[in-house]
């Protein structure tokens, strides 16, 4: 699976963002993806899931702001982030995983910079 991650920009504290990972094959059987994302200088971290059951998971420090969701007829998944905080910062990476216990696919990430 090759993913496409776009979306990604300079916004200011407050603003709203909408992230997209397009996939090169549907996404109806796959069964976990994801939204991560690396600051400069910090590790990889996990920021959402979406399962193919449509089940959602968020790390502490979004929830609530960000939404994560899934248009299999676009074989794409979005990540809507709102009131965002400079601490948001970051490269923004999407993966897939064909099964709950195989190596992920991942795209090549897009920039997200909250600033005023």
């Known amino acids: 699976v090759q993913l496409q991650a776009s979306g990604g920009g300079l916004v200011q504290p407050g603003g709203s963002l909408r992230l997209s990972c397009a996939a090169s094959?549907?996404?109806?059987?796959?069964?976990?993806m994801g939204w991560y994302r690396q600051a400069p200088g910090n590790q990889r971290d996990l920021v959402a899931t979406?399962?193919?059951?449509?089940?959602?998971y968020y790390v502490d420090s979004v929830k609530g702001r960000f939404t994560i969701s899934r248009d299999n007829a676009k074989n794409t998944v979005y990540l809507q982030m709102n009131s965002l905080k400079p601490e948001d910062t970051a490269v923004y990476y999407c993966?897939?995983?064909?099964?709950?216990?195989?190596?992920?696919?991942w795209g090549k990430g897009t920039l997200v910079t909250v600033s005023s």
């Open positions: 993966n897939a995983r064909k099964s709950f216990d195989a190596m992920p696919y």
């Open positions: 094959e549907s996404i109806v059987s796959i069964a976990v």
């Open positions: 979406i399962t193919r059951g449509d089940s959602k």
